[in-house]
């Protein structure tokens, strides 16, 4: 059965519940049919971790056979000639030594694999790239090309040939370049430490561990944000890093819910709040003390920037900033992974900030869900039924918001010239089965931004455009930005949207930017 609800919001933007940059669990996912203790019982099974997704380095190649296409040569691709150098490119910015995923610095050892490394490639579940292709031109598309596809489709065909062993070519800067943005390189002007003075042990009794930490803005004077880095404490443990804003009059409520959880910060699947309040008794108890208490929680953080594996420095696109006032906290979500890294401890991760005081172009995260969607078990505004696949729409027509983004970037209305929509980032849960996120220009020509027609948790990302989509105040009218998220869910209970990890979300975050009009008299 197929249930389809479609909903309008138009206006009521929820600053809302931040969400992780690349959320993975094992909570609701295992590892699928057909696959037990990373080896796949037939053709066409993948054997990847059921948490991390990265490629399992105890597991058993399908040897699956999709013929797919050929590339056009009189010798057959090899190993050392061909793959090699595809893998040093690709994927040794997370399977080095010193990333979660298994190591490929060994060249031979990667090559005792070549079954699983060539399943893994040829069905696009690594590099991991949730856009379908042909929509959009992305900053750092992790894809592999068509023709990159077809060579190592040919190299399994040809049987796996090993070629003459030779020495890897320096890789380029891989991931860290891919993820560089418009701006150039990253200069870190503001270095703040998540765990001062100590150091955090994930839990041991999960692989994957989400922990915030709410750490103090420590700005004297207003700031934008150009560009973030995260500097992980332990890279073996490290999977993650998300950095969610908190606005100054809702820093104390962050901080008060960190000192009521054991240990150091507060378990947070779901984004900026924690765990606890998607608890019935939690969440009343918590509303009885602060009325509407949650959802003004969840108004009050936006999300700010995030790090995966590979990545140096992230610069927004330039000329542009967000805008961090003084007295701000900043909850960093931390994603642990520590299967591979059994008791080994976070000894001190660290977020560093390009900073401006100026910008040309102030910018924000739009935050697009329905608020009603987290509280549903109360109201029912999203139910995804036992057996059953939903689908839920949020639309936001940009003229009407002009107030709210005014207040956000502190563009006077009749100062907003244009707005440039730089990126979408689609989140959803466990449940999440495909999603896609469209704009409607004026005249309603519609453009699809990005299509996810296989949804993996693990891998949500910023995807930011080439070049923007840029719309001059006079265009605005009806020009909308629409999420839709499609869930699956194969359980006998029913699922809820709402903020823990059983429940689910629609959300999509947008970098816009806005330009001025010229002060009347400049």
Request: aromatic share 8%; hydrophobic share 35%.
């Given at each position: 059965m197929r249930r389809s609800i479609r909903t309008s919001l138009v206006g009521a933007v929820s600053l809302g519940v931040l969400v992780a940059g690349s959320l993975m669990t094992d909570r609701i996912h295992g590892?699928?049919?057909?696959?037990?203790?990373?080896?796949?019982?037939?053709?066409?099974?993948?054997p990847v971790s059921a948490s991390t997704g990265l490629f399992h380095p105890g597991a058993t190649d399908p040897g699956a056979t999709n013929p797919g296409a050929t590339v056009r040569g009189t010798t057959d691709p090899d190993y050392y000639t061909h793959v090699r150098p595809l893998l040093v490119q690709n994927c040794l910015a997370c399977h080095g030594d010193e990333g979660p995923g298994w190591s490929m610095v060994d060249s031979e050892a990667t090559y005792a694999r070549h079954r699983l490394v060539a399943a893994m490639i040829t069905e696009r579940q690594m590099p991991p790239w949730l856009a379908e292709p042909g929509h959009q031109n992305y900053m750092g598309d992790l894809s592999l090309s068509?023709?990159?596809?077809?060579?190592?489709?040919?190299?399994?065909?040809?049987?796996?040939?090993?070629?003459?062993?030779?020495?890897?070519?320096?890789?380029?800067?891989?991931?860290?370049?891919?993820?560089?943005?418009?701006?150039?390189?990253?200069?870190?002007?503001?270095?703040?430490?998540?765990?001062?003075?100590?150091r955090f042990m994930p839990t041991q009794?999960?692989?994957?561990?989400?922990r915030c930490f709410v750490v103090d803005w420590t700005e004297s004077e207003p700031q934008f944000i150009t560009g973030?880095?995260?500097?992980?404490?332990?890279?073996?443990?490290?999977?993650?890093?998300?950095?969610?804003?908190?606005?100054?009059?809702?820093?104390?409520?962050?901080?008060?819910?960190?000192d009521?959880?054991?240990?150091?910060?507060?378990?947070?699947?779901?984004?900026?709040?924690?765990?606890?309040?998607?608890?019935?008794?939690?969440?009343?108890?918590?509303?009885?003390?602060?009325?509407?208490?949650?959802?003004?929680?969840?108004?009050?953080?936006?999300?700010?920037?995030?790090?995966?594996?590979?990545?140096?420095?992230?610069?927004?696109?330039?000329?542009?900033g967000i805008l961090v006032e003084p007295g701000t906290a900043l909850v960093v979500q931390m994603h642990y992974y520590s299967s591979d890294a059994p008791g080994q401890y976070d000894e001190g991760t660290r977020v560093e900030f390009q900073l401006a005081r100026e910008v040309d172009r102030p910018a924000f995260h739009l935050s697009q869900t329905r608020p009603e969607w987290l509280v549903a078990e109360r109201n029912r505004s999203m139910v995804i039924e036992p057996g059953s696949m939903a689908t839920y729409e949020v639309s936001d027509t940009l003229e009407p918001i002009l107030p709210y983004i005014s207040r956000i970037t502190r563009v006077p209305v009749e100062r907003i010239d244009a707005l440039e929509i730089h990126s979408v980032n689609l989140h959803m849960h466990a449940f999440g089965h495909s999603g896609r996120i469209t704009l409607t220009h004026p005249g309603g020509r519609k453009e699809t931004l990005l299509s996810v027609p296989r949804w993996d948790l693990r891998w949500q990302r910023d995807f930011t455009f080439t070049e923007p989509k840029v719309f001059h105040r006079r265009q605005l009218r009806g020009v909308t930005l629409a999420t839709e998220c499609t869930f699956q869910n194969p359980t006998d209970h029913v699922v809820y949207g709402g903020y823990g990890s059983y429940d689910e979300m629609c959300f999509n975050f947008s970098y816009i930017a806005v330009r001025p009009a010229p002060e009347s008299g400049s």
């Open positions: 590892p699928g049919p057909g696959v037990e203790n990373g080896q796949a019982s037939s053709a066409g099974d993948i068509v023709q990159d596809l077809a060579l190592v489709r040919r190299w399994r065909e040809a049987g796996f040939p090993k070629g003459e062993p030779a020495p890897d070519a320096q890789a380029a800067s891989g991931m860290g370049s891919a993820h560089a943005g418009h701006g150039g390189a990253f200069t870190p002007e503001l270095s703040l430490e998540v765990l001062p003075g100590g009794e999960a692989p994957d561990d989400y973030f880095r995260a500097v992980p404490g332990n890279l073996a443990v490290a999977h993650h890093v998300v950095i969610h804003a908190v606005v100054p009059e809702l820093a104390h409520r962050f901080r008060e819910l960190q009521g959880e054991e240990g150091p910060g507060y378990q947070c699947f779901g984004g900026a709040l924690p765990d606890r309040l998607s608890n019935r008794a939690e969440r009343e108890a918590y509303e009885t003390r602060y009325p509407d208490g949650v959802r003004e929680l969840s108004r009050g953080n936006f999300w700010l920037a995030h790090w995966a594996p590979g990545m140096d420095g992230h610069v927004f696109p330039e000329g542009t």
